[in-house]
T-cell receptor, first 118, second 112 residues
C-alpha cells in the first residue's frame, strides 16, 4: 500500500537553532501535502497546506516565517522550524493525498516527528 | 469553525468486550468522516472512511455509523483484543477542501 515516510522520527535541538523535517510520499505523486501539529492528549491541528510548485497556505495563527514549508517536488515536502524555542516542542505529522481515492482513506500519514527544543 | 468532540477521552475494557466510541461535530456540512488509529508516538492509520451520503462502513470487526444531520458518528469494535489498545481519532473533511478537523481522540486500553 501507499506509504508516507517522515524523517527524522525524533529530534532534539538547542533553542535558537533551526530544524528541518522531511515528508516523502514513496509510491505516489502528491501535489498536496498537509502539516499538522499535535500536543499531548490533544487533537491534530492543521498548520499548513503544502502545494507542489507554489507557496504553502497557512492556517490562521501559524507564523509562516517561523514554519517554512517547501514542496519542491511531487514526492517531497519539508517543514523547517526556524529559531526554535521550547514552546515549539511538539509532535509534527505530515500527510499526503494520492491523486486517486483509495479504499478507506483519502490521505496517508507519516509516522510523525517528535521535536524537543532544549 | 468546525468543532469535533470525542467522548469518552479514555476507555478501559476487558478483552472480548465490544467497544463503542463516539464522535460529534458541530457543522453538518461535511464531505466525509474518517476514523483513524494512532499508536503511542506514531502516525495515523486510517481505519474507515464514510462519505456524507453513506450511513455506515464496515471492515472486519470495525463498524462506523454516520448521522450527518445530528452531527454524530460512532465507531464499534467487536470482540476487543489487547492489540486494539490505541488512541482512536475521528476527523471530518469540509465540503470545499481536503482539510481535516480532528477530535482529540479516545484512548482505549483492552485488558487481557
Amino acid at each position: 500500500g501507499a506509504v508516507v515516510s517522515q524523517h527524522p522520527s525524533w529530534v532534539i535541538c538547542k533553542s535558537g537553532t533551526s530544524v528541518k523535517i522531511e515528508c516523502r510520499s514513496l509510491d505516489f505523486q502528491a501535489t498536496t501535502m498537509f502539516w499538522y501539529r499535535q500536543f499531548p492528549k490533544q487533537s491534530l491541528m492543521l498548520m499548513a497546506t503544502s502545494n507542489e510548485g507554489s507557496k504553502a497556505t497557512y492556517e490562521q495563527g501559524v507564523e509562516k516565517d517561523k514554519f517554512l514549508i517547501n514542496h519542491a517536488s511531487l514526492t517531497l515536502s519539508t517543514l523547517t522550524v526556524t529559531s526554535a524555542h521550547p514552546e515549539d516542542s511538539s509532535f509534527y505529522i505530515c500527510s499526503a493525498r494520492p491523486p486517486l481515492v483509495r479504499p478507506n482513506t483519502e490521505a496517508f500519514f507519516g509516522q510523525g516527528t517528535r521535536l524537543t527544543v532544549v | 469553525k468546525q468543532e469535533v468532540t470525542q467522548i469518552p477521552a479514555a476507555l478501559s475494557v476487558p478483552e472480548g468486550e465490544n467497544l463503542v466510541l463516539n464522535c460529534s461535530f458541530t457543522d453538518s456540512a461535511i464531505y466525509n468522516l474518517q476514523w483513524f488509529r494512532q499508536d503511542p508516538g506514531k502516525g495515523l492509520t486510517s481505519l474507515l472512511l464514510i462519505q456524507s451520503s453513506q450511513r455506515e462502513q464496515t471492515s472486519g470487526r470495525l463498524n462506523a455509523s454516520l448521522d450527518k444531520s445530528s452531527g454524530r458518528s460512532t465507531l464499534y469494535i467487536a470482540a476487543s483484543q489487547p492489540g486494539d489498545s490505541a488512541t482512536y481519532l475521528c476527523a471530518v473533511r469540509r465540503s470545499n477542501d481536503y482539510k481535516l478537523s480532528f477530535g482529540a481522540g479516545t484512548t482505549v486500553t483492552v485488558r487481557a
